[in-house]
């Protein structure tokens, strides 16, 4: 479709170019061949009179004049998003859909994984695109360019709406050799223990655990820090370390790696996952189907 002499669907090309700064990169996004990503700059380029994107090193770097447009554009295609999913009655066994999700790989291991697993069969056409959760999180929701962000309360934004998906019990885990699982672990034994912890993205954000462990008048002694939730296991086995762990998670990786759990000796509160979307998103058929698959799926005992 052309309005006012462009190709409108060279919009999303340029969307995706603004964010990802890489030809290449956007092409596999896109799912087009390098070369026709580049025809679509070099079309963008003339239609707006302006490099939009210029090579310096092995980096591109946006103009003024597309830094300007950035926001405009990512509003105007999340509208047109909404706009289209509202009109179109979706039916998750005919309808092809890209999703993407900014989720933990705690949430993607312990949960989407087998989300995904069912709709393969009933929603073979449905695609997902899970992001990790970093700095730019919020921004991205916030623009519309991600259709859900499933994450803790605190970690969200207040202008946008929220669902409540499932209560997560926080467990502590370790090497299923070490005998303090065997004989029952009290507070002390917790507290005298070495722990691995999580630190979420260059900015080292803190987790739910670590953030209430941070409250309370005892420490913990630190023995390696690790930056996704599913590497924690690795630095447990053939030690006596201990980390805090989310139990669905922890179930999961116990199946595949010699770890045992149990529960926190001291009182511990229990963590809420809630998926927020785009105001724009509230008729969206699709999203509605996709927040209740993975609701359903978290409370599958």
């Known amino acids: 479709m052309r309005y006012k002499g462009l190709d409108l669907n060279l919009l999303h090309a340029l969307d995706v170019l603004l964010e990802l700064r890489n030809v290449s990169r956007a092409a596999d996004r896109l799912g087009l061949s390098q070369s026709a990503v580049s025809a ?3 079309r963008l380029r003339q239609y707006f009179g302006d490099e939009l994107l210029v090579l310096d090193g092995r980096r591109m770097h946006a103009t003024p004049f597309a830094e300007q447009m950035t926001e405009p554009l990512r509003v105007y ?3 047109t998003d909404s706009l289209l999913a509202s009109t179109r009655p979706f039916d998750p066994a005919e309808t092809p859909r890209t999703f993407r999700i900014i989720a933990s790989d705690y949430v993607v291991a312990a949960v989407l994984v087998r989300v995904a697993e069912r709709l393969a069969h009933e929603a073979p056409l449905l695609r997902f695109e899970f992001i990790s959760p970093d700095e730019g999180s919020l921004e991205r929701l916030k623009h519309g360019t991600v259709d859900l962000m499933i994450s803790p309360r605190d970690y969200l934004l207040s202008t946008h709406p929220t669902e409540d998906l499932y209560e997560e019990r926080i467990v502590v885990a370790g090497w299923d050799q070490n ?4 004989r029952g672990m009290t507070e002390d034994d917790f507290f005298a223990a070495g722990h691995v912890a999580v630190a979420i993205g260059s900015h080292r954000e803190t987790t739910f655990a670590d953030k209430y462990m941070r409250s309370l008048e005892r420490e913990r002694r630190i023995e390696a820090v690790v930056s996704s939730f599913t590497l924690v296991p690795w630095m447990l086995r053939g030690t006596m370390r201990l980390a805090l762990m989310h139990e669905r998670l922890a179930e999961v990786l116990s199946h595949a790696l010699p770890i045992a759990y149990t529960p926190v000796p ?23 189907y996709l927040i209740d698959e993975v609701r359903r799926t978290a409370l599958e005992e």
């Open 40 to 42: 679509a700059l070099a």
């Open 77 to 79: 295609l999340s509208a």
């Open 179 to 182: 005998p303090i699982f065997a």
């Open 266 to 288: 001291f009182e511990f509160p229990s963590m809420w996952e809630v998926a927020q979307y785009h105001r724009t998103r509230s008729t969206d058929g699709g999203l509605r």
